[in-house]
């Protein structure tokens, strides 16, 4: 039982604070979950240092491991790897062990598919391919590579060529639960297949298609056929599909989870709430909502996005009670802020514009969201760009009333040190800001001695005031930082580096990008910090 909790946390959460709680959980962590949850990314760029490794070495390496991996991310630069004696020795001692597998490679080649029969007991496998080609040779395994993977319940595919789709018929004897077809509009004639022979057991589905009618009455015409989660979007510019979502819902009661990335019409969300009552996570984009009112009788749903165009008709008395996670980008640009006082239990907040150039503020809008949002622990502003003035008006909510907040992502064009004064958070976890180019150390220095339990910490676009000296005072007295990453601040050098790598012990992601002033020539004292 504990195992299959576990199961459900990050691993590296599992070492840093479950195992804290007693040695007897320490001892289960170690022994039993964490060699089955840990993930082996196996690429020719070292993650820290971004070196080049010979990835015939690495696998060689692996192979040899006393616990094998049970989950495998492999990245295959070039044509040559696979052809290596080390690419199947690799998966002649470990591919029986694989659970779940993620193919990055330019085309699905025959030596990529002669490691197929290996992964019996494979569930999950996901390929990512370069190659937008459509057409081309089929290897002459696939057959004996498909028909191998009879445990296979979830397949993913990024920007495949047809290889796979052609050849759905050697899936037949697997009994897929989630397919997921990302990145490329489906034709329907290679869908077909796949659904005919495995919708009676999939539940989940993602794809996107150049119309949606069509699809949507493929899905219709198979009467066995039970999703519990559908993700589906179109090229657009198609007929009014309304009355074929419809049927869809009377089709798919037990429905938990639906997004739809074509813009609905009024009457396809007005009928929502009646046919699903069961979901717990919508996504959706329509021109506005007509009858809010209907939505809190969705008394399930936790996770709502909405892309609206207008939302000055919403309804303040509307109760969505259930609702603990909510994204909302709205094009109109005037916000009626009726809409934030129907999330009373909203954990996670994430709000966008649609065009920031043209959202005309309103201090009314500003408050009654600080003040509706007081509670959350989540809170990402970065696409939704704040005036200084405004969130430091005298009737406004300030972050440092906010208790709760874990997580704060804040773009601030003209942010100076006065916004981080209201940073008073000390349970605050992750920091994310953007695009404060007014930031000096005093500022920083507040935030640091204020927010002490900062672990994610993300600095971009502050191109003069933020310099080493701010940099060696976040690194000092942020003990707890494991992530860091610095995108465009030009004031920083090669001192900073020096800092990081001395104060940082416990760093576990290092990002850096568009710091002019920090060179390469420091590469191996980056490489410590993967050695500590």
Not at 32 to 37: N, Y
Not at 285 to 308: G, M, P, Q, V
Not at 420 to 433: F, I, Q, S
Request: charged share 25%.
């Amino acid at each position: 039982m504990l195992e299959k909790i576990f199961t459900f946390l990050p691993v590296n959460e599992l070492v840093n604070v479950v195992s804290l709680v007693c040695s007897a959980w320490c001892d289960v962590i170690r022994t039993l979950v964490l060699p089955k949850q840990g993930l082996l990314h196996v690429r020719p760029v070292h993650p820290v240092t971004h070196q080049l490794i010979a990835m015939e070495t690495v696998l060689k390496e692996q192979a040899v491991k006393p616990y094998p991996w049970t989950n495998l991310k492999l990245t295959i630069p070039n044509g040559d790897l696979p052809t290596r004696p080390e690419f199947m020795r690799f998966f002649n001692q470990q591919g029986h062990t694989l659970k779940t597998l993620t193919i990055q490679c330019t085309e699905l080649t025959v030596d990529i598919l002669a490691a197929f029969p290996t992964l019996y007991h494979l569930e999950s496998l996901c390929i990512v391919s370069e190659s937008e080609s459509l057409y081309g040779p089929v290897p002459a395994n696939v057959e004996m590579a498909l028909t191998s993977l009879k445990s296979l319940t979830r397949l993913r595919l990024h920007l495949p060529s047809y290889t796979i789709l052609r050849s759905v018929a050697f899936l037949s004897g697997a009994r897929l639960v989630s397919l997921a077809l990302e990145r490329f509009e489906m034709e329907l004639h290679h869908l077909r297949p796949l659904l005919d022979d495995h919708h009676r057991t999939l539940r989940e589905l993602t794809v996107r298609v150049e119309e949606m009618k069509p699809l949507l009455t493929l899905l219709n015409s198979y009467p066995s056929l039970q999703l519990h989660r559908l993700n589906v979007k179109s090229a657009g510019n198609e007929d009014d599909f309304s009355d074929a979502l419809i049927q869809l819902y009377d089709q798919q009661p037990q429905l938990r989870a639906l997004t739809i990335g074509s813009e609905l019409s009024l009457r396809a969300v007005d009928a929502l709430p009646q046919k699903l009552l069961h979901l717990q996570e919508l996504e959706l984009i329509a021109e506005s909502i007509n009858n809010c009112k209907a939505l809190s009788e969705l008394r399930h749903l936790r996770r709502l996005t909405l892309c609206l165009y207008d939302v000055r008709a919403w309804d303040e008395t509307v109760q969505l009670e259930g609702v603990t996670e909510l994204s909302l980008a709205v094009t109109f640009p005037l916000i009626s802020p009726a809409i934030f006082c129907s999330f009373p239990c909203v954990d996670r907040l994430y709000l966008e514009d649609v065009d920031d150039d043209t959202l005309m503020r309103d201090i009314v809008v500003v408050r009654t969201l600080m003040a509706c949002m007081r509670q959350v622990r989540v809170l990402d502003l970065e696409n939704f760009v704040f005036r200084e003035r405004e969130i430091l008006n005298d009737g406004v909510v300030r972050f440092e009333e906010m208790e709760r907040l874990e997580c704060l992502k804040y773009s601030c064009r003209d942010m100076s040190d006065a916004s981080l004064l209201t940073m008073n958070l000390p349970v605050l976890r992750e920091l994310y800001l953007t695009h404060c180019p007014n930031v000096s150390f005093e500022g920083l220095s507040y935030l640091v001695r204020n927010c002490p339990l900062i672990e994610r910490l993300h600095l971009e676009s502050n191109k003069r005031g933020l310099e080493d000296e701010a940099l060696e005072l976040i690194t000092r007295k942020l003990t707890h930082l494991r992530m860091l990453v610095l995108v465009n601040l030009r004031a920083l050098t090669n001192v900073s580096l020096d800092s990081i790598v001395n104060n940082c012990f416990y760093l576990m992601e290092l990002t850096i990008t568009h710091c002019v002033g920090i060179t390469l020539e420091k590469g191996a004292a980056i490489e410590k910090l993967s050695v500590s």
